[in-house]
């Protein structure tokens, strides 16, 4: 019941289980466990399973260098097999990046950020330049920026401004956005 007391300690965590030795079977069914629940490229997965490796490693007393060639191993299978594709998962991400108003710049550093390569990260996020001032009109409206914000756009007008140029748009995408009229077509 939700209103009785536990057994365990306040401040003390449950004891965890400890992790599994590394073997190849182990390495490949967790990279499937992970890939199943998330889209990653293949610097994520291999990021994601370097860090069981090191726990593991840890705990066993194990040297993490030795499971190297393993990680690669593992990640190449998954690459071959087709789970992981660089390009359809940075397209994928640009895109959803995209409809929730996010720059050309903030695209490339996110995909960059989780391991696609940077001419990937730049192709991928490449947009035209409607599609750049669509989603500087999403960004403004999440925002509550020039036309959407509250109070007098006037006084507002240069922290307005700041704030799209920091989300990563143009000064000349951030002043359009900011100067349109009330009854303009967009988001």
């Known amino acids: 019941m939700a209103g009785e007391a536990s057994d365990v300690p306040r401040g003390k965590r449950a004891e965890r289980k400890p992790p599994r030795r590394i073997t190849p079977d182990y390495l490949q069914r967790a990279a499937m466990h992970y890939l199943e629940r998330y889209a ?20 066993h007393g194990d040297e993490p260098a030795r499971f190297s060639s393993l990680l690669d191993e593992v990640v190449a299978r998954c690459v071959a097999s ?65 036309r959407w914000g509250r109070g007098d756009r006037a006084a507002n007008r240069q922290k307005d401004l700041a704030a799209l140029a920091r989300a990563g748009f143009s000064m000349a995408i951030a002043r359009t956005v900011v100067d349109e009229a009330d009854d303009e077509d967009g988001p």
């Open 82 to 146: 087709g789970l992981v594709d660089d390009r359809r998962f940075a397209e994928a991400r640009a895109a959803s990046l995209r409809r929730r108003g996010q720059s050309t710049r903030a695209v490339a550093a996110k995909l960059a950020a989780k391991g696609v390569t940077r001419d990937l990260a730049t192709e991928a996020s490449a947009a035209e330049p409607e599609d750049e001032l669509a989603a500087a009109r999403i960004a403004a409206k999440r925002k509550r920026l020039g």
């Open 40 to 59: 990653a490229p293949a610097a994520q997965l291999r990021r994601v399973l370097e860090r069981k490796v090191v726990l593991s490693c840890r705990h």
